[in-house]
């Protein structure tokens, strides 16, 4: 089955700063690429997401690359603000199921 | 707001207890599902329902049974728990289980068994 690598686990950034995700996955059938956000105690909120047919997309100060070739796609903030603190989990599908990675705790420190 | 409602928020259960999660969303999601959640771990899938049917079983124990009584609605009856199902029981929909649509998300049911 489909299997979705994350790293890292722990990402922490100055305010300001730049922060990169990075996930593999194994299923070369899998064609949706969605972001999610988790703030403490709250559910999970898609934030972007790629289709397989397009190798990049940004959506103000977050930008996800997919490279389809490598099985390899991305989460770039810039900018980073102290709300932008949280768990990010990537996620690939391909059928009927979503699968996640297991997260990255990113801290902003103002 | 959150467009999928779940209740209750929090839920404490006895092992011998019987108790139902209830989800519903009005956005005319053909998809519905169920998922776990451990502290710091990511969402685990066990259930989905299509069209009212469900399609995906992961193999869950039988303590928990889902029901899917119309395209809107989606319940968890929890039966003879463990201690180790305490976890934070989300519920999602999408606009179908094929289609390359984002899960929404409903803000959960925070479970504990004693």
């Known amino acids: 089955g489909e299997n979705v690598e994350q790293h890292p686990s722990t990402l922490s950034v100055q305010e300001g700063d730049s922060a990169v995700i990075k996930c593999t996955y194994s299923d070369s059938a899998s064609n949706y690429f969605p972001w999610y956000k988790q703030e403490l105690g709250k559910r999970p909120q898609l934030i972007i997401d790629?289709?397989?047919?397009?190798g990049e997309k940004k959506d103000q100060r977050i930008a996800v690359t997919l490279n389809k070739t490598a099985k390899h796609f991305s989460l770039h903030i810039t900018e980073t603000q102290p709300e932008d603190s949280a768990v990010y989990f990537c996620?690939?599908?391909?059928?009927?199921?979503?699968?996640f990675g297991a997260g990255t705790r990113l801290f902003v420190k103002a | 707001d959150t467009e999928v409602t779940q209740t209750p928020k929090h839920l404490v259960m006895g092992m011998t207890n019987k108790k139902s999660l209830k989800c519903e969303q009005h956005m005319g999601h053909r998809a519905m599902y169920w998922y776990k959640q451990k502290a710091k771990k990511p969402p685990e899938l066990m259930f989905v329902y299509s069209y009212e049917k469900l399609s995906i079983n992961e193999s869950v124990p039988s303590r928990f049974s889902p029901e899917c009584p119309n395209s809107s609605l989606l319940n968890l009856h929890l039966h003879a728990l463990q201690p180790e199902d305490s976890a934070l029981y989300l519920c999602?929909?999408?606009?179908?289980?094929?289609?390359?649509?984002?899960?929404?998300f409903g803000n959960g049911t925070r479970l504990t068994v004693t």
């Open positions: 790629i289709r397989s047919n397009v």
């Open positions: 999602a929909s999408s606009q179908g289980v094929l289609y390359n649509s984002p899960l929404h």
């Open positions: 996620a690939a599908k391909g059928g009927f199921k979503t699968i």
